[in-house]
């Protein structure tokens, strides 16, 4: 039966440093493996590589990009091999921009059971690498405006606070983690309860101390949002000009709520939108269709 390993110190600590929580990702890391091994062993490597073998490795990146999930790949490392793989090195940090044929980390540890821990290490490195490059490019996008993209809940389930780490790694700002630490009032929450109004007095009735964003698709309901109450507004589907015309409004009867646009907003017109004076961007994209970074795990030589 494999024997699955728990985290060093220094690597609980570095996902804590990022905001993660280390025993989540430790129980990810398993389900991945065991998935992978599917109640076996690694074949492959089992029959071609010497029990005793050890080998030092390289993750190198392959593309232009940011890296993220430096500590979540170390993490897989050290549950798969234990005290048996010497210090996983961090040769760049997360959040760094890299060239191809970057090396970003290093590692010592026997050969068959490194192997055995490629893939899941990689695919959590190369999705959460794209997250943050992927963010990134909104971030630059949008440098000097003075608005900041910001991430959805659309993301993969059972990964959002790594991909929300990805985003923060990328530049990004996190809206709420999930549906208890922060209210957004949509429209069909408006339909329900009878009026915006009336559904932002009920979500402070239950709970009044978290912020409270109201969807809008019209300045009229710009203006209900802001008289309700509204932390912040989502202005949904507005033109350029209605932004504009919004962030006036909002400066002049609520300058401290905080003005969210989404909807059809693309890497193309995102500086225009930042130029309006709103200041966030909602970005669906970030999570739910950033492409992976290629990131490989290669081998470098066998350790006598």
Same mark, same amino acid.
């Given at each position: ?205 239950? !709970?009044?101390?978290?912020? *409270?964003? #109201?969807?809008?698709? =019209? $300045? +009229?309901?710009? &203006?209900? @949002?802001?008289? !309700?109450?509204?932390?912040? *507004?989502? #202005?949904?589907?507005? =033109? $350029? +000009?209605?932004? &504009?015309? @919004? ?58």
């Amino acid at each position: 039966m494999f024997v699955f390993h728990p985290l060093s110190e220094a690597t609980r600590a570095r996902l804590a440093t990022g905001g993660l929580d280390p025993d989540a990702v430790a129980e990810l890391i398993r389900r991945a493996i065991a998935e992978d091994l599917l109640g076996g062993v690694d074949v492959t490597s089992v029959a071609t590589i010497p029990a005793d073998q050890r080998s030092t490795a390289t993750f190198g990146a392959r593309q232009q990009g940011v890296v993220a999930g430096l500590p979540v790949a170390a993490a897989v490392v050290e549950a798969v091999c234990g005290d048996a793989a010497s210090d996983f090195v961090h040769l760049v940090e997360d959040g760094a921009r890299v060239e191809p044929a970057t090396d970003v980390a290093s590692v010592e540890a026997p050969t068959r059971l490194l192997l055995t821990a490629e893939r899941t290490a990689l695919n959590l490195l190369c999705h959460l690498s794209g997250v943050a490059t992927l963010t990134r490019r909104w971030a630059d996008a949008l440098e000097g405006t003075g608005a900041t993209v910001r991430d959805t809940r659309k993301t993969t389930p059972g990964l959002r606070a790594l991909e929300k780490y990805a985003v923060r790694c990328g530049g990004g700002a996190n809206h709420r983690m999930g549906l208890s630490d922060m209210a957004l009032v949509k429209d069909n929450h408006v339909a329900a309860a009878g009026g915006v109004a009336a559904a932002y007095a009920r979500v402070r009735e239950l !709970a009044s101390s978290i912020p *409270v964003e #109201i969807e809008v698709d =019209t $300045l +009229d309901g710009l &203006r209900i @949002a802001i008289e !309700a109450g509204a932390d912040e *507004v989502l #202005i949904d589907n507005f =033109t $350029l +000009d209605q932004m &504009r015309d @919004a962030v006036a409004y909002r400066d002049a009867h609520g300058p401290a709520v905080r003005l969210e646009a989404s909807g059809g907003l693309t890497l193309e017109t995102a500086r225009a939108v930042g130029e309006t004076g709103v200041d966030l961007i909602a970005v669906g994209e970030l999570t739910h269709s950033a492409r992976v970074l290629d990131v490989g795990l290669d081998l470098r030589a066998v350790v006598d």
